[in-house]
């Protein structure tokens, strides 16, 4: 249903009548009782107090006159992966995909969304959701590293461009992030979210070379390792990108910048956006001899150099491994990058354990490695 809960009104049964009676056209609604969390109105000892939502219970009678009973399901927000807007839309309508597949299981009457004039908005014949937005007119930043990488060498504009993405950061960073909790779902969903380093191992094949499963264990509980290091500095916490890589980025003619795909609620560790576009320096360099030394080092000092020039970077370097093996952990995986080489998959993992088994990311060991 909606991700919302419903607003104060004067007459809130209103819109919940019309919601069942628009359903159901045959009943009418008799009663509506707000439930407790766990669907009582007790107070026993085992009163369950935390829940997802306040649901209510919705008496029908039928043009015979006999009554049965609904519930009406609302969600709230709390830091249990609730927190977005997106997630509880996605329980509301995984509980509608799912619930007639149980045998014995309550049914499902109706799914969808409380729309900003307090109406309800039935989502039961919709299918796939979409999303439609503006173009960014230009190319994609990862067309600039290719060419660095064939050229050998960065040019002004090249590191005019990696200077305004570091300067883009540090303005992006200065917001703090605005919801309790967010910092440790950032940090529990860089672990183990599908789309995190448990997702991106699962995604590897068995015989991958230079990436057999024992060496990606070893890698996954270092990172495990390394939740609980930060899973207390919530004061971190801010603005982000959440997926600031080189195919999210376009630069116009003019080089105006348009970012693609912000993801991952749009908060967390500044690490996370850092370590994404610095590692790329390193990538679009491995299976290209000579571009490091000819030009990527550039741009990758030049990264580093401005954005922890900024006073708000103090801390950056002691939380960014993880998210630097995440992001390395990307590049590696051929399901994501088919083309890369042992050689260039070798070296990112390498890169990644050194990091992870460090209190603190040095940017002077991709000197080392990849020199």
Known sequence: ?????????????????????????????????????????????????????????????????????????????????????????????????????????????????????????????????????????????????????????????????????????????????????????????????????????????????GAPPGRLQAIEQRCVEWRWKLRGRDLRLARTHGDFHPFNIVFDEASRLTLLDTSRGSQGDPADDVTCLAINYVFFALDAPGAWQGGLRALWRRFWQVYLGWGGSAGLLEAAAPFLAWRGLVLANPRWYPAVTQRARDALLTFVERALDAPRLDPEEAERIFA
Do not use: W
């Not at 009943?27 to 085992?46: C, F, K, L, N």
């Not at 883009?168 to 380093?197: C, F, K, M, N, T």
């Open 1 to 209: 249903m909606s991700a919302q809960a419903l607003p104060p009104e004067s007459d809130p049964s209103g819109p919940i009548r019309q919601l069942v009676e628009a359903a159901l056209p045959d009943v009418r609604v008799v009663e509506i009782t707000t439930m407790g969390p766990d669907g009582s109105s007790s107070h026993d000892p085992t009163e369950k107090a935390a829940g997802y939502g306040a649901p209510r219970r919705i008496t029908v009678a039928g043009p015979d006159g006999s009554q049965r009973r609904l519930v009406l399901h609302t969600s709230t927000a709390n830091e249990f992966g609730h927190d977005r807007r997106s997630d509880r839309a996605g329980d509301m309508l995984l509980a509608f995909d799912t619930f007639g597949s149980i045998p014995a299981h309550v049914e499902v009457v109706d799914v969808g969304a409380l729309t900003r004039d307090r109406r309800f908005l039935s989502l039961r014949e919709a299918g796939e959701f979409y999303l439609l937005t503006t173009y960014a007119e230009g190319r994609l930043y990862a067309a600039d590293l290719r060419r660095v990488a064939e050229e050998r060498r960065a040019g002004p504009e090249d590191l005019a461009r990696c200077e305004a993405l570091a300067r883009y950061l540090i303005e992006l960073h200065e917001a703090p992030g605005a919801q309790p909790g967010s910092y440790r779902r950032a940090v529990r969903d860089l672990v183990g979210h599908g789309e995190g380093i448990f997702g991106i191992i699962d995604g590897y094949p068995d015989d991958v070379p």
